[in-house]
């Protein structure tokens, strides 16, 4: 709320709209005293997305990640579009996910923090992502607990890697033909 829409911001725009996918958007920073929200969606609309304060059809709410104002409606309005658009994900088939962010890490080897889209990612199974190939070793949740499975929309990380992938790769869990 205190910038102008950066380039990341586009890409995105960019990728949703060439997904035909509908868009939500936060306007983040309003706790600062220079915030211009409507300066932001003005912008917004020279990538030809028009909030619903602007008549349009692309949810906005203001939000700040330090105060935590705003996040509650977010998340109702995401609930809601979901519900609206009657989106869901099959738990039962396996399990894509994107690599939120991965590191080395010296007691653990290789560890990537995976936000699964779809399915369920179990333990054992084994899977590709980017360049790197594994079997799930472990499963740790954002709580910091082993778990046995994680399901869509759950961030988790993966031990058993090969390798350290990089982050926005994609993760394919592959048949084992068994």
Do not use: C, Y
């Not at 220079?34 to 619903?52: N, S």
């Not at 778990?147 to 350290?164: F, M």
């Amino acid at each position: 709320a205190d910038d102008d829409v950066m380039p990341q911001t586009v890409a995105a725009i960019k990728h949703a709209q060439a997904a035909g996918v509908p868009m939500s958007g936060a306007i983040n920073k309003i706790d600062k005293p220079d915030a211009t929200p409507d300066k932001v969606r003005t912008d917004l609309l020279q990538h030809e997305v028009i909030v619903e304060k602007m008549s349009g059809d692309v949810l906005d709410v203001e939000v700040s990640a330090i105060t935590g104002q705003g996040l509650d409606s977010l998340l109702e309005n995401i609930a809601l579009q979901a519900e609206l658009l009657d989106l869901q994900a099959n738990p039962k088939r396996a399990a894509p996910g994107a690599v939120i962010e991965a590191q080395l890490d010296v007691g653990r080897g290789p560890v990537a923090t995976v936000l699964v889209q779809n399915g369920t990612l179990k333990q054992g199974d084994i899977f590709v992502v980017g360049e790197q190939w594994g079997k799930v070793r472990a499963l740790i949740n954002d709580k910091g607990e082993r778990v046995e499975a994680s399901g869509p929309s759950a961030p988790v990380e993966v031990l058993g890697l090969n390798g350290t992938p990089e982050a926005g790769d994609v993760l394919n869990v592959v048949a084992t033909g068994a």
